[in-house]
């Protein structure tokens, strides 16, 4: 699997794994400009907004530490055109899902409220 078909499977994986839990998946590789939100969700009254990262091998760092601030920014601003574009009103929170492949299995790990947008 390239990096490509690995990302995309890794999404496919983190939206099956949300609505699992009762998560309804709105859009999917939601674009404002170019800016993309992995996923957009809602559950309990909160918009979702889901950063997908993703890992083959044996792992030195974790894959949601390639959410840096710079990430965080572009995926706020493309919050703030869905936000906007679908005239939401819900409270909203930012999620990270890591997919790490390894050894022929998948772990799976979702960190809630992963980052908070920086106020300017």
Known sequence: MNHCETGR???QIAARFLRDRGYRILK???RWGKKEVDIVATCGGVLIIV???SMVGNRVSHPYEGVDQRKQRHIVLAAE???R???SRLPTRFDVIAVI???GQIEIEHIENAFRPEIE
């Open 9 to 11: 499977n890794a999404e």
């Open 28 to 30: 999917t590789n939601w």
């Open 51 to 53: 950063e997908v990262k």
């Open 81 to 83: 055109g869905f936000i």
């Open 85 to 87: 574009v679908f005239n």
């Open 101 to 103: 492949y390894h050894a």
